[in-house]
């Protein structure tokens, strides 16, 4: 059974352009979560032991519960306005990469994706776009291995960890074969799932249990649908992070009488996020529609409104439109 994704005319072309650039930044969506920096922040070291200059370009702040990773240190500001190799990673559209980075995408000589969401897909020297991969870092992975690039104990530890969030802990339906047997090389080469394990899922503080435990108990529930709405009050209130609130999302869709689960996350500038989940029904379709995107079961967009109150509105009404 083959089970590798890229064509082997592609690696060619993606070693041709690393091969020809001096200068490579590897830029991703903000919030970074466990399959952007995992796989950012393995590819550059990979690539910097290849014998190349890279960098990873910072576009917002790590939360508390990946501090943990190795190679952290190598998120930071850019430090030129263009490379000769731009990578934009766990995402496929300019708009996730703001305009923080996406002036400097533009300005680069060559640019390139790798990515595994449904429905992107920027205009680049070349496309590596795989909506049945299950993390970035499996794509990042196969390109490592496949290409005999440089491969270590962080580098491995970085690619298990976006594995293991992305794939719900090897979970979810697009987990394959290869998955599995990526993440086995994965351990026989360094990385150690105790750790990881114990960092990513038990080494939870109590404020947030605290936090996460008044976000569920505020939630709504009706039609097989739940609802939740975490403001910037209440993040202050338990002095956690917006982050935090990510998994809860998920906790709700996990309820038996719940198919599909909605949070509306309040930002700065007017801007709300909306995190979607469901068990059986396409929420990337509703994602796509309201200018987001994301996995069949796991999507997300933003709404922009000048009021908590009414941006809340306008997600349940869309929540409510949902045939769960």
């Known amino acids: 059974m083959k089970i590798e994704r890229i064509s082997k005319e592609k690696l060619d072309k993606f070693k041709e352009l690393v091969d020809n650039a001096e200068t490579i930044a590897i830029g991703s969506h903000i919030n970074p979560d466990g399959d952007n920096l995992g796989s950012t922040l393995a590819l550059r070291k990979s690539l910097e032991l290849y014998g ?31 490379y000769d190799l731009f990578m934009i990673l766990d995402c496929s ?25 449904v429905g992107g897909g920027i205009d680049t020297d070349l496309n590596l776009i795989y909506d049945t991969a299950p993390a970035t ?3 990042v992975f196969e390109i490592i291995d496949r290409l005999n690039l440089p491969i270590d104990k962080d580098i491995a530890t970085l690619i298990y960890t976006g594995l293991c ?11 394959s ?11 026989t080469l360094g990385a150690d799932s105790e750790y990881i394990y114990r960092n990513l899922y038990q080494s939870k503080p109590i ?3 605290k936090f996460q435990t008044e976000v569920i108990a505020n939630a709504e529930f009706f039609d097989k649908k ?6 910037k009050d209440l993040v202050e209130k338990h002095g956690v992070q917006m982050g935090d609130g990510e998994t809860v999302v998920g906790m709700l869709r996990d309820l038996d009488e719940v198919n599909v689960s909605m949070i509306l996350k309040e930002y700065d500038n007017g801007e709300y996020k909306v995190s979607l989940r469901s068990k059986d029904c396409d929420v990337a379709k509703v994602a796509r529609e309201n200018g987001g995107g994301g996995h069949i079961k796991a999507s997300g967009f933003s709404i922009f409104d000048d009021s908590l109150e009414s941006a809340s509105a306008k997600a349940l009404t869309i929540l409510k439109e949902i045939d769960a």
Do not use: W
């Open 207 to 209: 404020k947030v249990m």
């Open 52 to 82: 190349k200059d890279v960098e990873v370009l910072a576009n917002d702040t790590i939360d508390d519960y990946l501090q943990f990773l190795p190679e952290k240190e190598n998120y930071k500001e850019a430090s030129r306005d263009s």
């Open 226 to 231: 739940a609802y939740s709405v975490i403001s």
């Open 165 to 175: 969030t992305d794939t719900g802990r090897f979970l979810y339906a697009n987990v």
């Open 93 to 117: 559209e300019f708009d996730r990469i703001t305009d923080k980075l996406t002036p400097i995408a533009k300005a680069s000589k060559n640019t390139l994706v790798i990515d595994h969401h």
């Open 137 to 139: 870092c499996e794509l």
């Open 177 to 187: 074969e290869y998955t599995f047997n990526a993440a086995g090389k994965l351990l």
